[in-house]
T-cell receptor
Framework: GEDVEQSLFLSVREGDSSVINCTYT??????LYWYKQEPGAGLQLLTY?????DMKQDQRLTVLLNKKDKHLSLRIADTQTGDSAIYFC???????????FGPGTRLSVLP | EADIYQTPRYLVIGTGKKITLECSQT?????MYWYQQDPGMELHLIHY???????EKGDLSSESTVSRIRTEHFPLTLESARPSHTSQYLC??????????????FGSGTRLTVV
């Protein structure tokens, strides 16, 4: 079945860039997503990328997709303490299929 | 404003009690989901519904049950709570009627503690 993997922890200094990585196994993924979960809250959709795109940029966020290697990354420029959260990668393949979520990466931003 | 609501936010309850976690959405989404989130952060799908009178079990076996009598409402019930049910429960909905980048919209979650 489909599988999505992420490293579990990442620590960066405030002002540095953060790069959160994700790998997936399902080559038929149509859309790939990044969700953010702040402490005690639900998940919030940050951004998504369609599988025929290589890159998508939205203010401080840059998503890179390497379809050949089935690798997705989220880069956060000028990381702030408010970016401390858990980041989930998710994929969806065909119409009507449920999402597959990764285990989440806990980002800690140090002052 | 269209949204998805979960109540209660926090619940501490004794072993053996029956509880219902509420989830309602105002977006008219057909698909709704319940996830259990363990302390290690990972999300586990325990139930989902593709519409009224449709309910399915998810990837993780759960002693809870769900119902979908109305489109907007997807409650989760535990007939007899146990300490092993202590967890964060997240409800989500989506509109995947057409091919498109429709993400899931999540509620704020219910943190359940069974003592």
């Amino acid at each position: 079945g489909e599988d999505v993997e992420q490293s579990l922890f990442l620590s960066v200094r405030e002002g540095d860039s953060s790069v959160i990585n994700c790998t997936y196994t399902d080559s038929s993924s149509t859309y790939l997503y990044w969700y953010k979960q702040e402490p005690g809250a639900g998940l919030q959709l940050l951004t998504y990328i369609f599988s025929n795109m290589d890159m998508k940029q939205d203010q401080r966020l840059t998503v890179l997709l390497n379809k050949k290697d089935k690798h997705l990354s989220l880069r956060i420029a000028d990381t702030q303490t408010g970016d401390s959260a858990i980041y989930f990668c998710a994929q969806r393949n065909n119409y009507g299929q449920n999402f597959v979520f990764g285990p989440g990466t806990r980002l800690s931003v140090l002052p | 404003e269209a949204d998805i609501y979960q109540t209660p936010r926090y619940l501490v309850i004794g072993t053996g009690k029956k509880i219902t976690l509420e989830c309602s959405q105002t977006m008219g989404h057909d698909k709704m989901y319940w996830y259990q989130q363990d302390p290690g952060m990972e999300l586990h799908l325990i139930h989902y519904s593709y519409g009224v009178n449709s309910t399915e079990k998810g990837d993780l076996s759960s002693e809870s049950t769900v119902s979908r009598i109305r489109t907007e409402h997807f409650p989760l019930t535990l007939e007899s709570a146990r300490p092993s049910h202590t967890s964060q429960y997240l409800c989500a909905s989506s509109d995947e009627g057409e091919v498109g980048p429709y993400g899931y919209t999540f509620g704020s979650g219910t943190r359940l503690t069974v003592v």
